[in-house]
């Protein structure tokens, strides 16, 4: 028996080596770095830190490379003006193949007629017009709401709390209670939601990287079945109010003919899409103002300007808007992933032409290009609040990298048909809960001295980063 399976082993081992070496480059393809180890490649460097390994990888490449990562080879473009062009061709590219084994290894969700085009429209609609106004508004009345809750007894009292679990909290609330929320919410089952979710996600990239111990399995499991519990589509669906955002997102999933089985898993997956960023991306923002008195002083007297004036009126804000542009610059970090079904040429903007292999995977990362690309922007790893703001105080939008205007400075929301169907929702969220906090509160850190925590590099690749530690703060209702 000993023997038999040594022998497998060996074989095994010996079929990955074959294969391993066996790839070459073609003249036409980009860079090939296979790295030491068969088969596995650069998956540990990927995984540990993928935006120090791509940069590396940048450095000694250039703009377009291929690496080995667990078995699979992977095309990383780095050249933001080839984005959009890359991404409009869904012939060459497919973005369903690679999103199904992430739901799955995630979320155990499986959508067999998945149509990720019917699906995005439907979202569009529920982001713009009318909807969107309405979400709006009832996102500003659920954040006025839960805000108030945290007034002490004594409103003279200062309040202490740490800022990333302050800011995931609130927008948590808030967004549930905007999107998911029914006539039946409960205080109770709301902190039950968030406190779950808290212990899923902190998993979900290990998820998806199947790197979870035992113990982390047990822990992502009992999160992810209580939250399917929670999330039951025949309960929700009673308590929607009519022609909401999950009312419509119910009728999708019947229409696809799913069961309730499938729809709970469905629905978890929305929860974090539509939950997983807002709070992370406001501990950053709010932290980035904090440590920089200069920024928090601009913002401060930007939004005092506009307190008197209705919540659609709000718009006219240049300070704010770059200050939370530069927050997204330094801290959104998705990986967008496609599969290459069919033999593709992409040409640089340099005009030199490379051929993807049928096969591969192409994998863009706009946290390095264009947002931490110092040939675009100068000391990329600073938080600069006016960065996106022209001498005159009004928008910046043009960039230039050698001479060459860049489509993009920033691309916290993607690009073309990647591009996040509810980030105008995403912004107004972000907006209100900062103007309502700086408004109604005084906030402070708890050591005037302390600095931005380091981002937890495992989180490269899953939207906005989070810290590897914490902010103390401490507020109190303004007099």
């Known amino acids: 028996m000993v023997v038999a399976t040594a022998a497998l082993l060996l074989s095994t081992l010996l079929l990955f080596t074959f294969f391993f070496f066996r790839r070459s480059r073609r003249r036409s393809e980009p860079p090939l770095d ?41 095309t990383v473009l780095l050249d933001s003006n080839c984005y959009e062009a890359v991404l409009k061709d869904t012939q060459s590219l497919d973005l369903r193949r690679y999103a199904q084994v992430l739901m799955e290894r995630i979320f155990s969700l499986r959508l067999p007629n998945h149509d990720p085009e019917s699906e995005k429209m439907m979202m569009e609609k529920q982001f713009k017009g009318s909807h969107l106004t309405q979400l709006c508004r009832s996102m500003q009345k659920n954040l006025n709401f839960l805000l108030a809750s945290e007034t002490t007894q ?31 919410n409960n205080c109770a089952e709301l902190t039950e939601v968030y406190e779950e979710f808290r212990r899923f996600d902190k998993l979900l990239a290990k998820l998806a990287r199947r790197s979870v111990q035992k113990g982390e399995m047990t822990i992502a499991s009992s999160a992810r079945e209580r939250l399917w519990d929670l999330l039951c589509p025949a309960w929700l669906a009673k308590g929607a109010e ?15 003919s799913l069961d309730s089985h499938t729809q709970r898993r469905a629905l978890l997956l929305q929860l974090w899409v539509t939950q997983g960023n807002a709070g992370p991306a406001a501990f950053w923002l709010l932290g980035f103002l904090l440590t920089h008195p200069k920024a928090m002083r601009a913002v401060r007297e930007e939004l005092q300007g506009l307190q008197h004036l209705p919540l659609d ?17 330094l801290t959104a970090a998705a990986l967008i992933t496609r599969d290459v079904v069919q033999e593709k040429t992409v ?24 947002q931490m690309d110092p040939l675009i922007h100068s000391e990329p790893e600073k938080f600069k609040f006016d960065r996106f703001l022209n001498a005159d105080g009004t928008a910046k ?25 509810g980030r105008h929702f995403a912004i107004s969220a ?50």
């Open 397 to 421: 939008s043009e960039f230039f990298k050698e001479g060459l205007k860049m489509r993009y400075g920033t691309m916290p929301w993607g690009a073309g048909s990647n591009l996040c169907p």
């Open 242 to 256: 009519p022609e909401s955002w999950l009312q419509a997102y119910l009728h999708h999933l019947n229409e696809q």
């Open 34 to 74: 296979k790295g030491r180890v068969p088969w596995l490649g650069h998956a540990l460097e990927f995984g540990r830190d993928a935006a120090q390994f791509l940069n590396r990888m940048k450095h000694k490449h250039g703009d377009i490379f291929t690496v080995c990562v667990a078995g699979h080879y992977v």
């Open 430 to 479: 972000l907006k209100q809960f900062v103007f309502i906090f700086l408004k109604q509160f005084d906030l402070e850190l708890c050591d005037r001295n302390a600095s931005m925590p380091p981002v937890d590099s495992s989180r490269y690749g899953f939207g906005i980063l989070q810290p590897d530690g914490d902010l103390e703060i401490r507020y109190r209702p303004r007099k």
């Open 347 to 370: 040409r640089l903007s340099s005009g030199r032409e490379y051929t993807l292999r049928r096969g591969d995977r192409l994998c863009l990362f706009p946290f390095l290009s264009p």
């Open 154 to 184: 004594n409103p003279a009292e200062w309040k202490k709390d740490r800022l990333f679990n302050f800011c995931y909290n609130v927008l948590f609330k808030a967004g549930y209670l905007t999107l998911f929320g029914t006539k039946n």
């Open 313 to 329: 009126e709000r718009e006219n804000t240049p300070v704010f808007n770059s200050a939370l542009k530069e927050t997204l610059r």
